[in-house]
């Protein structure tokens, strides 16, 4: 796998990621680091389990920060996938830089790497069923942009940045509208150019959104009957499938393939960016082991 067209974050995006963590690190100096000599010296970075590589802007701007001179020699590409105990990298700088950005640049890449990983066992698990694996807002604070770009990296389709760049419809909305139908009208009157996606609880509802028209129906915990049915519904005459259904809740990695098979369009997974298993890395100072 390759990264692809997953672009990263800006690169001041990276930059401001970066700042943060290195100063809740080193805080007001690294007073282990200072024992050492600062002398010229290398180091290699070390991955201990499988993994979907990513994360290397982040992992590059924490060593150059504190060290703008720092070699980063990579042996994989973003999105690589590498077996346990492969070298990912070899740096050459000074060995304070080196130790005081290691555990900074070593959070990045594990997390995202971790987020990456997560996704392609996700979307090897749907491949060929034309269904796609989205990701959703429950990221970790602060690296929302990061997580979501982890999420492109493992072959995932990002959901919503954020409250502000689609219009979703839940509950709550339709109750405060009176009825899904004019809960759809209102949110195109306000917000015309934003996509628009609506939750429905049940197959009147789908019916309802359907008609009424708008960009994706959520379809939020059918069971595997009711799911059926909704994909007939949708694909039937006259909407043919012009609005794509996605599921979300319920879902976990055993049971993916199947709600694919039903023909849905896109199974929303907040565990992608909710339960992160960070890759088990570590930088050592010195050459490789041969």
């Keep these: 796998m390759n990264a692809g067209d997953a672009a990263p974050p ?20 690294d007073v282990t680091a200072a024992l050492l000599p600062d002398a010229p010296d290398s180091a290699y970075l070390l991955c201990k389990e499988d993994a979907v590589i990513c994360g290397r802007p982040w992992f590059d701007a924490c060593h150059r920060a504190l060290d703008p ?17 492969s070298v990912l990298a070899i740096l050459q700088g000074r060995n304070r830089a080196l130790v ?34 989205l990701d959703t807002r429950k990221t970790l604070p602060g690296l929302r942009q990061a997580q979501k770009y982890a999420v492109r990296v493992g072959g995932g389709t990002n959901h919503r940045m954020g409250l502000y760049d689609q219009v979703m419809l839940k509950e709550n909305h339709v109750r405060a509208a009176g009825s899904l139908t004019a809960a ?15 939750e429905v609880e049940s197959l009147a509802q789908l019916r309802e959104a359907l008609e009424a028209g708008c960009d994706r129906i959520l379809i939020d915990d059918f069971d595997a009957g009711m799911r059926r049915d909704a994909v007939e519904i949708a694909r039937s005459p006259p909407h043919g499938g012009t609005i794509p259904l996605e599921v979300s809740g319920g879902v976990d990695l055993a049971g993916l393939r199947a709600i694919a098979e039903d023909g849905v369009d896109f199974i929303s997974i907040g565990g992608l960016t909710k339960h992160v298993h960070a890759i088990d890395l570590s930088l050592k100072l010195g050459p490789p082991p041969h």
Aim: cysteine-free; proline content about 3%.
């Design 69 to 85: 001179a720092v070699r980063i020699d990579w042996r994989v590409d973003e999105g690589d996938r590498v077996a346990a105990g």
């Design 184 to 198: 759809i009208r209102g949110a195109r009157l306000m917000h015309p150019s934003l996509p628009l996606i609506v």
């Design 100 to 133: 005081s950005a290691e555990r900074a640049s070593l959070n990045f890449l594990q997390t995202l790497s971790g987020t990456a990983t997560l996704t392609a066992a996700h979307v090897d698990a749907v491949r060929g069923t034309g269904t796609r694996i």
């Design 10 to 29: 800006p690169a001041e995006a990276v930059r401001a990621d970066v700042a943060d963590a290195l100063a809740e690190d080193i805080g007001s100096g």
